[in-house]
């Protein structure tokens, strides 16, 4: 593995999605000034880059995904001395910051999107993909192919004014670009990136960055749910002929004028596919997102086909991301949650009580830390915050993805009464497991009336757990979740061959409770063990050498057993 020391591969990122972060002007959204508020936090946590989710102008259809203005701001979020003023305020600190690039699509609302639609021959005609219809033997009118979008019903919306569909992959707010037109990918390097490269910004995170390339025959995706009409696109779209040739000319044109990190989120690949994005001689991006470890139990076209995992898939999992880099020069990441996620502390710990919920986070910080690649922690995962509670009803639930399935299941099946339907009440059993919204409610700053996080009632409910899990009670307490970070974060940069840039060997595949293994780089080498269980479970050291505690979650342990959700890290000092 190459041990090129690089700043963003020894990164902690921390991810803000702004509208939840912090309200400063008591309108019950977050802002930026609100975010400027919390730096020293953030810096205080040991986060080297801060990695800002959409703040550009949008009418929020997906929460700021659908940009309609890439040189403004969203003025609920502020104005663009506010962003001046984050830059800056990060800069000063040591914090770099990297922004949100989302050029696979726009929303409806942008300008050259409007131009587009207006007529068959306007010049921005081609910035986006336009079909004529398909008629069947009745003349009845169908979208041009079989696709359904990443957010229900068909990828194409007809438009009346020119009698043709428009793709969108996701909502129909959110026009698919057409990267196959030059001067629209210019306006999107000079708009989108330079822009931004120029004020100063550190990088970017890249939105569905595998998904810029259609097959330009736009032909009908295999039938993976037969008897529907629509079927999954995601096979048809992802990776496309040219996409890589479209990374390399961002690449050339724009990015590699400055010294900046990318990170891409490309899904649906196999290891071959995903590392010619991230291989560093390609000269396309730093790093991509691998999604083995927070897709675990959905099934590979519908999140909510939720089917569970067991800790050996965990395992596989890890392993498979740790490895992903392994005799390659490419690079990787090592992430938990994010906007799209539901929180970790709930999808791989316990949350039953208190205690566990503590115990579980720090046992899942404990591993994070020690795992290859750079670490991501998103917003409030620092502190433990979990998914919302199931007795909160679909109107709770903000986000289009959520929205959207729930009303599919009910068209699906003709439901009329929601409330007393086994399938609903299923479905939401796994809506409140695996929905993005978890990740979307409000900070718990404090234990205040709505968490600290706002002076009136926030954009979406403060979970009901505010008063328990709060930043106020965690800064300082030497025992919380907030301390346990603290520690995890300078132990990875004080280790970083090990925990960073090491290799992973796992060492109990077949444990249903424990997960053990070493992490080593040259003769150094770490050991970890972590009881992934609610019941205390026998340990006893297979690796050769003197074992030297480095960290653990618990105040007292006993040497042959590890308690429930217990973990420890130690360094293995050679005989
Ligand atoms: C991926 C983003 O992470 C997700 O939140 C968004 O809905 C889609 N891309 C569409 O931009």
Redesign the pocket.
Known sequence: MTKDYIWWKDATIYQIWPASYKDSNNDGVGDIPGIISKLDYIKSLGADIIWLSPMYDSPQD??G??ISNYNTIYPKYGTMEDMDNLISGCHKREIKLILDL?V??TSSEHDWFKESKSSRDNSKRDWYVWKPARYDSEGKRHPPNNWKS??SESAWEYDETTDEYYLHL?AKS?PDLNWENETTRNAIYEYALDFWFKKGIDGFRI??AGLYSKDQSFADAPIVSPGEELQFCGNSVNNGPRIHEFHKEMFEKVTSKYDVMTVG?VGHCSREDTLKYVSAKEREMSMVFLFDLVSLGYSSTDRYQYDGFSLKDLKDAIVKQCNFIFGTDAWSTMFIE???QARAVTRFGNTKTLDNTFKSAKLIALMQATLTGTLFIYQGQEIGMTNLPRSWDISEYKD??SNNAYQDLLKTHNISDPENDSRVKRFMDTLALVS?DHARSPVQWTADKHGGFSGTKPWMRVNDNYKEINVESQVGDPNSVFSFYQKCLVLRRQYKDLFVYGDISVLDYENPQLFSYVKQSGTSKAYVVLNFSGEPAKFESSVPGTLRLLNTNVDDFKDDSLSPWEGRVYLVEQL
């Open positions: 997906d929460m995904y659908d989302v696979n699509h990443f957010f996701f959110q939105d569905t989120e994010n906007h799209d289009i993805e993005r």
